[in-house]
């Protein structure tokens, strides 16, 4: 059974930061890309942050580019997400995600999720 598990969750104040890391629980995720998508109350999940094999490539949503940095460390099978001068907006639950099928984009592509992270910003 594949299990990805995020850690690093929490409450920060606005301008804050926060990392959170993702493990996976095969070595085979670090032949995928890999993923973070966040979900507010009442909204659809958002793509938030992907990164390509090598982590040589990523990409990211437009609210928050500039703010947070995606990698990975492909021999502790893990992967990261900085994020940096943190809004209340930012708040959510966040998903860690692996192989996505199709576009990075959307949600519906990404075969495998953790459980989710609580992040909450105050201002």
């Known amino acids: 059974q594949v299990q990805l598990v995020e850690s690093g969750g929490g409450s920060v104040q606005a301008g804050g930061s926060l990392r959170l890391s993702c493990a996976a629980s095969?070595?085979?995720?670090?032949?995928?890309?890999m993923g973070w998508f966040r979900q507010a109350p009442g909204k659809e999940r958002e793509f938030v942050a992907a990164?390509?094999?090598?982590?040589?490539?990523?990409y990211y949503g437009d609210s928050v580019k500039g703010r947070f940095t995606i990698s990975r460390d492909n021999v502790k099978n893990t992967w990261y997400l900085q994020m940096n001068s943190l809004k209340p907006e930012d708040t959510g639950v966040y998903y860690c995600?692996?192989?996505?099928?199709?576009?990075?984009?959307?949600?519906?592509?990404?075969?495998?999720w953790g459980q989710g992270t609580q992040v909450t910003v105050s201002s």
């Open positions: 995600a692996g192989e996505p099928g199709g576009s990075v984009y959307f949600s519906t592509s990404w075969r495998y």
């Open positions: 095969e070595r085979t995720f670090s032949r995928y890309f």
């Open positions: 990164i390509n094999r090598s982590g040589g490539g990523t």
